[in-house]
């Protein structure tokens, strides 16, 4: 009897996957390089009668294999869905468009309506962009309603092309009489940063379709904040909205604050680890006790936020029946503060759960002063001007914060229970932004993997950058941070030199310019010269991996005047020392 159940209920989950029409390879290993690999792939998708979906997460396709599996997708005319995620691993950079033009172009001659594209976790940079372009601005994804490019390293200009791509899809949608409705668009790590970001608040605006925003860590300031924030009023059904780990500051949080509140469906909001601040934490507080009714989430940890601003923050929910979840970890209120918070959350009988409560002796840990200062240091020469004399008034008037005492929350609802906090993974992306010893530290032994799959190397300018950023942190003295910093710059600069198509004159011409030993006609702002960056330069000149004749062009501009150099540090410090190494 038992038997015949398990049978039926066999029989039905088969028959459902095929009414569901997914084909799926997902986890299997497979490396995919020539027809013959895919010979049996092709012929289960050619047999797959009224095929939406396939599955090839999880395996390694190169340009023969996908122009294969792209000829059997040809008369798919009721294909959908593309899982597409970390599907190109261990392929060079210039195998992946081509590769994804194939598939593009047989979706579009089968006359597909996708509605989920998914090609995340495949760091295929600004090309990669490219090789989707001409599907994206095809009537195959006019009715996509999901686009999912997190991890994919497109950086500023692969950020314009898709906001370009998109605005021109939503334009021939619209003369086709259904315009593009976009209902989630995911793109997390991709260093978009300012201008990327607001290329694509430009396509938000048109669209105003959107329900999910997923963008964390992407080293967006506030005017990129400033542009998706006026975007997001226009797409009245946002549900979920996650900048976490971009960099607000004040101005940022104000501007999105004054968004929230035309967005009466939000229910979750992640702004951790956005540097949103007291006054920022206050316009979003006033902006939550006006509206939000259906607010499940919000989360504003570790954003320097005082305790008065997270009393208002707390006060604000008090009405919010939906909320399940608020996250103030990383925040420092100090031990009146903390007690203030518990008190008020009695009163309003909210269930209060301390992850932690320690206090931290300030002399505990240097390299922690060092993070502080550079976390203080996180915005453009404007801001500190604009922003210190306010912060150091607050400081008067609520006090110093206190000496290292940081309670870290999670609050809920009564009648929910409450997780623990997971632990903060590795983050590049905050170290490129804003570097220090401990953050590279903090990576662990995988550093330099880490920040090779970040870095997009076939880009000379990009990689000279990064070198300079790991080399600032250097610091002879201390043997883990000197060692960590030249094992993290061997790793980047031997993959770089040793991919195929990466032009080492070129990066040497970038690390010049960008040393401000020569001008360039793109107006670059030189960094701030510390002596990380000689002695880094010092070592890699002396690694197999580095150029003969690169060695011969550094020496001519930089053993010759060494005083420039040390005239020049000099300089930079009187004017910039308070200052990080900022790009």
Not at 202 to 220: K, T, W
Request: glycine content about 6%; aromatic content about 4%; charged content about 25%.
């Amino acid at each position: 009897m038992a038997t015949d159940i398990v049978a039926e209920l066999a029989d039905s989950l088969a028959k459902a996957g095929v009414e569901d029409g997914e084909l799926s390879y997902k986890g299997q290993g497979r490396k995919l390089d020539d027809a013959q690999s895919v010979e049996d792939m092709v012929k289960e998708i050619q047999d797959f009668e009224g095929l939406q979906a396939l599955r090839l997460e999880g395996n390694t396709l190169g340009v023969v294999a996908a122009q294969a599996i792209a000829k059997a997708l040809e008369t798919k005319s009721d294909f959908k869905r593309c899982y597409w995620s970390d599907m190109f691993t261990g392929r060079l950079r210039s195998e992946i468009p081509p590769a994804l033009n194939s598939l593009g172009d047989a979706l579009m001659l089968a006359g597909a309506r996708l509605t989920v594209l998914d090609l995340s976790d495949n760091a295929f940079g600004p090309d990669g962009v490219k090789g989707i372009e001409k599907l994206l601005k095809s009537s195959a994804c006019y009715t996509l309603q999901e686009l999912r490019l997190n991890n994919c390293g497109m950086g500023i200009g692969g950020g314009k092309i898709l906001a370009a791509s998109l605005m021109q899809c939503h334009q021939k949608s619209t003369a086709d009489g259904a315009p593009l409705s976009l209902k989630v668009f995911v793109a997390g790590r991709n260093r978009l940063e300012n201008d990327g970001a607001t290329a694509l608040a430009q396509a938000f605006q048109i669209m105003g379709s959107l329900e999910e925003v997923h963008m964390p860590q992407n080293g967006i300031n506030h005017p990129g904040v400033t542009a998706l924030a006026s975007a997001m009023q226009h797409n009245l059904a946002l549900r979920i909205l996650n900048l976490n780990d971009n960099t607000f500051t004040e101005r940022g949080a104000i501007a999105m604050a004054k968004a929230l509140k035309h967005l009466r469906s939000i229910q979750v909001i992640n702004f951790g680890d956005c540097l949103v601040r007291p006054e920022g934490a206050k316009a979003i507080a006033e902006t939550v006790s006006e509206g939000l009714p259906v607010l499940k989430e919000l989360n504003l940890s570790y954003g320097e936020i005082t305790a008065d601003a997270a009393l208002a923050v707390v006060q604000a929910l008090k009405n919010k029946d939906q909320l399940e979840k608020l996250d103030l970890n990383g925040n420092c209120f100090g031990e009146d503060g903390c007690k203030a918070l518990k008190d008020t959350m009695a009163e309003m009988n909210m269930s209060e759960h301390p992850c932690a409560g320690e206090s931290v002796d300030e002399d505990e840990d240097d390299n922690d002063e060092e993070d502080e200062e550079d976390e203080e240091e996180d915005v453009d020469e404007e801001e500190v001007e604009e922003e210190e004399e306010e912060e150091d008034d607050e400081e008067e008037e609520n006090g110093s914060i206190s000496p290292g005492c940081i309670f870290l929350f999670f609050i809920s609802l009564p009648q929910l229970s409450t997780p623990t906090s997971a632990p903060r993974p590795p983050d590049v992306s905050s170290f490129l932004s804003f570097p220090s010893p401990d953050k590279l530290l903090k990576l662990g032994a995988a550093r330099a993997l880490l920040i090779q799959q970040q870095v997009d190397v076939a880009d000379p300018t990009k990689t000279a950058e990064a070198f300079l950023k790991i080399a600032s942190v250097y610091k002879d003295e201390n043997s883990i941070v000197k060692n960590a910093v030249l094992d993290t710059i061997d790793g980047l600069l031997n993959k770089a030199f040793t991919t195929p198509s990466f032009q080492g004159y070129c990066f040497i011409s970038s690390l010049l310019v960008l040393l401000g030993l020569i001008k360039s006609e793109d107006k670059v702002k030189p960094v701030l010269v510390v002596s990380g960056h000689l002695h880094a330069l010092e070592h890699v000149v002396r690694q197999d991996y580095f150029p003969k004749e690169s060695v011969a062009v550094l020496r001519a501009f930089m053993s010759r005047p060494k005083h420039v150099l040390e005239n020049k540090r000099k300089k930079e410090k009187d004017l910039q020392h308070n200052q990080c190494v900022c790009f």
